[in-house]
């Protein structure tokens, strides 16, 4: 049996803590090489974004106080912010504990508008003592091929900005940070970004791009999320350009079929993340994403956290098995049975970390 170090150097990967210079990274200049890597995978996957807006402004539209079984303050609010091409605007629902104060809250991007919805346990939530802001992701930009002429995307040049929608979803949910820091329930630095597959792949960008999260929850990711691309089983970078293009900026084309020419893999996603907190989430009949190379990205991200004299990925020396779940350092992991799906089961693995 392969030790895992060995399972990761048959990967062949683009060393982590080495500038592109060749440089090689320290404790002191973590943060330069976090924000290499941003770029990096801006530049050849995610695409780049506008600047974040000089303001936010939000409005309520509803309102339901003692929700949930007198749990809950439920509040339907619209943001609006500037664009290049005027202003633009998207609803969200805020669920709040009642009469919180510093209480930890999920920004989570989710499928359907739906409150609560298959994949947002509310009550769950509320009582863990944490609060949720539901974003939907049609709602940004439509999760389909339309030439990049709705919602977001239409708001700005792409010829200026690269952007697939990844990355328009998660500027979406900069902006509901931006709202965070105005309001006095949220505990400021316990504020996670959570998400399912397409949108687990969001939540990881969104994190790495915007410090201010101090978790990200990547539910069942997978490819071009936190699984490793080099020598994936499951869907690979020429099948996922292959169907979903509009998810990346175009550049990223260019790989399918080469992954062992990428100057960066999906750890460098995971670890741009460092020093703060990631929890990874998969599933064992999920082999489109690949649970072996999810857990071999965290292996190789660990370094990062490291680095700073953190524990990063504390696991054992073999690949996961079902039941598995490692949380004892920065980067958790989990492993439950069943198919790709945001389950409760995740959803509690996510609650007791923030
Ligand atoms: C699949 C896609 C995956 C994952 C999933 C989802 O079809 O190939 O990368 O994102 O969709 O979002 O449910």
Partial sequence: MNTIEEL??????PELLRFANGESVTRENWETRRKELVDILCREVYGYAPPAPAHVVVTETKRKDKDYAGKGTVRNLTLSFPT?????SFPVVEVV?????????????????????RYLPIEEILDA???????YYNDIAFDGEDGFTGGLAAMYDRKKYTWG???????????????????DYADKNRIAVVGHSRLGKTALVTAATDPRFAMACANDSGCTGDALSRDKVGESVKAINGKFPYWF?????????????????????????????????????DTWADPDSQYLSACAASAAWELLGEKGFVHPDRLPVPGDCFDA???AFHLREGTHFFSRTDWHRYLCLI
């Fill in 8 to 13: 990761l150097q048959k990967r062949k990967l």
């Fill in 165 to 183: 929608k990844i990355r328009m979803w998660a500027f979406a949910a900069s902006r509901v940070m931006d709202y965070l820091q105005t309001v």
């Fill in 97 to 117: 504990p009642t009469d919180a104060g510093n209480c930890p809250v999920f920004v989570h991007v989710n499928f359907r508008p739906d409150v609560p919805d």
């Fill in 329 to 331: 350092g920065s980067v």
């Fill in 249 to 285: 900026c175009d550049t990223y084309r260019q790989y399918g079929d080469r992954e062992h020419e990428m100057p960066f893999d999906q750890h460098f996603l995971v670890a741009a993340i460092a020093p703060r907190r990631v929890a990874l989430g998969s599933a064992v009949e």
């Fill in 129 to 135: 003592g944490c609060g949720v802001i539901r974003i």
């Fill in 84 to 88: 290049d091409k005027g202003e633009f």
